[in-house]
Nanobody, 121 residues
């Protein structure tokens, strides 16, 4: 089991940027694929982005491709999500997740508690 703690959420104007971080701890945490999901009010939680354990492969949802960038630092067991050109529709509770690379977009095995991102128009 991997423990995940997110940070970096907040309020930003449309067009602005935010950087989310996720600190992982637990057994072999650096060997997991990591990712981010989000859930807006009244909507289902949706996949945003994932990165393989090595950092060599990434996968993005179409809605954020070109605006969001995921990276990881295995020496620090940390994953970052740089979010640029934010839109009001990016407003959501963002969750860090961990799991197997093949299934993380559908079925992560660990979740963080979430960090709120609010984009004002």
């Amino acid at each position: 089991q991997v423990q995940l703690v997110e940070s970096g959420g907040g309020l930003v104007q449309a067009g602005g940027s935010l950087r989310l971080s996720c600190a992982a701890s637990g057994r072999a945490s650096s060997s997991y694929a990591m990712g981010w999901f989000r859930q807006a009010p009244g909507k289902e939680r949706e996949f945003v982005v994932a990165i393989s354990w090595s950092g060599g492969a990434t996968r993005y949802a179409a809605s954020v491709k070109g605006r969001f960038t995921i990276s990881r630092d295995n020496a620090k067991n940390t994953v970052h999500l740089q979010m640029n050109s934010l839109k009001s529709e990016d407003t959501a509770l963002y969750y860090c997740a961990a799991g197997d690379w093949i299934t993380i977009a559908r079925m992560p095995t660990s979740w963080g508690q979430g960090t709120q991102v609010t984009v004002s128009s």
